[in-house]
Nanobody, 120 residues
Framework: QVQLVESGGGLVQPGGSLRLSCAAS????????MGWYRQAPGEQRELVAT???????KYIDSVKGRFTISRDNAKNTVYLQINSLKPEDTAVYYC??????????????WGQGTQVTVSS
């Protein structure tokens, strides 16, 4: 079907930066929307950023000015540049995409998650 593979997580000190990547593969005709969710321990999963195929981006208020989402449509890849990391950013980050398959059906795909830990 469709697979999303994430990379780029790790352990970073406060104020540091990370760049997360997510590559989609499989029976893909197009990807309308890609984004990133995160889930901290004991917390609800929240959608932190999205980008449409046309490049329109949205962010939750807590990450505006620090996170930048972008995509390479030719490579079916979405990125999340995370700057000025705070301990509150610690979470598992999940790639997410609304995919139109080669059979012209819409499906939602999820990555396996990548851990981001911000700590001294």
């Amino acid at each position: 079907q469709v697979q999303l593979v994430e990379s780029g997580g790790g352990l970073v000190q406060p104020g540091g930066s990370l760049r997360l990547s997510c590559a989609a593969s499989g029976s893909i005709y197009s990807i309308n929307v890609m984004g990133w969710y995160r889930q901290a321990p004991g917390e609800q999963r929240e959608l932190v950023a999205t980008v449409t195929s046309g490049g329109v981006t949205k962010y939750i208020d807590s990450v505006k000015g620090r996170f930048t989402i972008s995509r390479d449509n030719a490579k079916n890849t979405v990125y999340l540049q995370i700057n000025s990391l705070k301990p509150e950013d610690t979470a598992v980050y999940y790639c997410w995409a609304v995919v139109i398959t080669l059979k012209k059906q819409q499906n939602t795909a999820w990555g396996q998650g990548t851990q981001v830990t911000v700590s001294s």
